[in-house]
Every structure is written in C-alpha cells, then in structure tokens.
C-alpha cells in the first residue's frame, strides 16, 4: 500500500533555530517527492521537488535531501523566523497511467514561537 | 498572478441544501483535482479529470459530483451536504507531468 509518513507531529521551536522534518514513504512506482508548506486555511505551496536521481535541493532557508535506497527525506528549516509556523507536507508522486497521483503525508505542524 | 482560483473562499450552506464550488485555472493544464481536506488532516483525493475523462476515486461518496464544461473550469457539487462534509476543498492542476498548482481552496461549513 503506498504510504508517507512523517515525523513529528508538531514541533515548536524559538525564532533563530533551525529544525529538521522528516519523512518516509513507501509509494510504487516512485515519480517524485515534494514537499509543500500550507498556512493555517491556505492551499498548499511546493517548497521543493525531486526526482528519484536528485539528493539535495535548497530553496533559500529550506534544504530537503532525498534517499531514495530508504526511501527517506527530509526538509531542513534554517534560522527559523515566525512566518515559518505552518503545516509541511511531504507528497510522494506515484505514476498511474497518464497522470502522477500524490499520495500525501499527514503533515508536521511546526509552531515558531519568538 | 493567481492561477488557480476557488470561489466562494468560504462557503456556509445548510444541512442537506445543494452547494456547488468552483474553480478555474489560467495554466491551460489539462489534469484538475478535487481534494478535501478536514482539520489536521492531508488533502484526500476525490477525483479528478484528465481532460474530459472522469476518474472517481473509490472511496468516494456517490454525495460528491463533478463537472468540468471546458479546460479552464471545474466543479465540484455536493447534493446532500451532512455535517460530516465540513471541511476545506482544494482545487488543483498539472499538466500530467509535474507538479500540482493548487488553489487558495474552499472553506465549507454546514450548519
């Protein structure tokens, strides 16, 4: 059954920190992973994409890495500021005929207190 | 510039009243979602339309409709809303190939 799950639920941190998400799945056949940011009552907003041969990608204070043989990934949060409180989802693209279907993790709610 | 856009944002409608959600894309994709998403929960999958083709997914509820009248819109209605239904409804687009834009979406309650 294709799943993604991520770890921790929530986390709160101060305002500076870095912190780091993580997420596994298990999704056939692998298309891509993504990781999304969504604010309180917001659509969800890609932070990253990659492919099955990429292992890092940054997106000014986000890094997720991507390792496909354990089929793990992670987005680290550099020097956290409080606009960075939302839910991060991480979204594992599985093709189905002509189209990729997403199957989505539950999300980790992160809180950036100052 | 948004590209794909969902009205109403929010959206109040009676137990049982018929409502209809919209959504239209300027990306000229042809792939539109409809994900319903409750309260600290992921987006669920309804179902989708690759170019006019509906695909339901299994477990959706027979409550839950679809119509799409050309590439730039899709709607989803619901027939017989219950309470159990509230919840945000995001619209979302691909090309079939990469990623997936998706809309602001739709808060939806019943009262």
């Known amino acids: 059954k294709n799943q993604v799950e991520q770890s921790p639920q929530s986390l709160i941190i101060l305002e500076g920190k870095n912190c780091t998400l993580q997420c596994n799945y298990t999704v056939s056949p692998f298309s891509n992973l993504r990781w999304y940011k969504q604010d309180t009552g917001r659509g969800p907003v890609s932070l990253t994409i990659?492919?099955?041969?990429?292992n890092t990608k940054s997106n000014g204070r986000y890094t997720a890495t991507l390792d496909a043989d354990t089929k793990q990934s992670s987005l680290h949060i550099t020097a956290s500021q409080l606009s960075d409180s939302a839910s991060y989802i991480c979204v594992v693209s599985a093709k189905s005929g002509g189209y990729n279907k997403l199957i989505f993790g539950a999300g980790t709610r992160l809180a950036v207190h100052p | 510039d948004a590209m794909v856009i969902q009205n109403p944002r929010y959206q109040v409608t009676q137990f049982g009243k018929p409502v209809t959600l919209s959504c239209s894309q300027t990306l000229n994709h042809n792939v539109m979602y409809w994900y319903q998403q409750k309260s600290s929960q992921a987006p669920k999958l309804l179902f989708h339309y690759y170019d006019k083709d509906f695909n339901n997914e299994a477990d959706t509820p027979d409550n839950f409709q679809s119509r799409r009248p050309n590439t730039s819109f899709c709607f989803l209605d619901i027939r017989s809303p219950g309470l159990g239904d509230a919840a945000m409804y995001l619209c979302a687009t691909s090309n079939g190939k990469d990623r997936q834009y998706f809309g602001a979406g739709t808060r939806l309650s019943v009262l």
């Open positions: 990659m492919t099955f041969s990429e």
